[in-house]
């Protein structure tokens, strides 16, 4: 693997490799996800035309958000290191008929190849798993088009999160496998802007992102003290004729 495919933990990579067979069980081990697609898809869809769009979608695991991208008419790529994930995505793919171009690749080397294609990345439940969530957002940035958004899901580091996310869904109603998420490894919006700024793009949102487990539904909120989504634009800097 080149130096740029090596930002992960295969610990990582293994804990949702394991998962894989369930991916697409709506009350298995990702049954969250399957109430928080909906709402990730909603937030998307109302910043971008998706239809024609070009659309990457970076830590894609099973092919959720991708599916769901593509069946509202974007071309997409989705990218993941877990070569399980991958499997299952395109398996089910084929199954319902819905077409994404599914790849075992790292961010940062598809952004050495493909530079300024895409009209929209999203990179959802990724950031909080990798050693240099930097590095991610920086290689998302090189990826889209002047003008072109970023989106991004991630845990705030906060005594909210550890009792809700970690305690919570991994301990008390087990709606996560345990050892799901590190809580050194939440990211504060204030950080997550801050990496965004160095990549070049501009923030222009941040909603929570709200999942209520009793009724298993998910939806946006105020609260950001959680979940939070974040959408964010390369700026389009002129050109001289």
Same mark, same amino acid.
């Given at each position: 693997?080149?130096? +740029?495919?090596?930002?992960?933990? #295969?610990?990582?990579?293994?804990?949702?490799?394991?998962?894989?067979?369930?991916w697409?069980?709506?009350?298995g081990?990702?049954k969250?996800?399957?109430?928080?697609?909906p709402?990730?898809?909603?937030? %998307?869809?109302?910043r971008?035309?998706?239809?024609?769009?070009?659309?990457?979608?970076?830590?894609?695991?099973?092919?959720?958000?991708?599916?769901?991208?593509?069946?509202?008419?974007? #071309?997409?790529?989705?990218?993941?290191?877990?070569?399980?994930?991958?499997? %299952?995505?395109?398996?089910?793919?084929?199954?319902?008929? %819905?077409? %994404?171009?599914?790849?075992?690749?790292s961010?940062?080397?598809?952004?050495?190849?493909? *530079?300024?294609?895409?009209?929209?990345v999203?990179?959802?439940?990724?950031?909080?798993?990798?050693?240099?969530?930097g590095?991610?957002?920086d290689?998302?940035?090189r990826?889209?088009?002047?003008?072109?958004?970023?989106f991004?899901?991630?845990?705030?580091?906060?005594?909210?999160?550890?009792?809700?996310?970690?305690?919570?869904a991994e301990?008390?109603?087990?709606?996560l496998?345990?050892?799901?998420?590190?809580?050194?490894?939440?990211?504060?919006?204030?950080?997550?802007?801050?990496?965004?700024?160095?990549?070049?793009?501009?923030?222009?949102?941040v909603?929570?992102?709200?999942?209520?487990?009793?009724?298993?539904? +998910?939806?946006?909120?105020?609260?950001?003290?959680?979940?939070?989504?974040?959408? *964010?634009?390369?700026?389009?800097t002129?050109?001289?004729?």
């Open positions: 693997m080149s130096a +740029a495919s090596a930002n992960f933990r #295969q610990s990582e990579l293994d804990k949702f490799a394991a998962l894989a067979n369930r697409w069980d709506p009350d081990p990702q969250p996800l399957h109430a928080l697609n709402v990730r898809l909603g937030y %998307v869809a109302e971008v035309t998706l239809d024609g769009a070009r659309v990457l979608d970076v830590g894609c695991g099973g092919g959720l958000l991708s599916e769901a991208l593509a069946g509202a008419g974007a #071309q997409v790529t989705a990218i993941d290191l877990a070569e399980d994930l991958i499997r %299952v995505a395109a398996l089910h793919g084929r199954e319902s008929g %819905v077409a %994404v171009d599914y790849r075992v690749q961010v940062e080397a598809l952004a050495e190849d493909e *530079a300024g294609r895409y009209d929209a999203t990179c959802m439940e990724m950031l909080e798993h990798v050693p240099d969530p590095a991610i957002l290689a998302c940035a990826l889209l088009k002047p003008g072109g958004r970023l991004v899901s991630t845990l705030n580091r906060t005594p909210a999160a550890f009792a809700l996310a970690i305690v919570g301990y008390v109603a087990r709606l496998p345990r050892g799901t998420h590190r809580y050194e490894d939440f990211i504060r919006p204030s950080e997550l802007a801050a990496w965004l700024r160095g990549s070049g793009l501009a923030l222009e949102d909603s929570g992102l709200v999942y209520e487990p009793w009724r298993n539904r +998910a939806r946006l909120g105020r609260r950001t003290d959680v979940n939070y989504v974040a959408c *964010a634009r390369k700026p389009v002129e050109t001289s004729s």
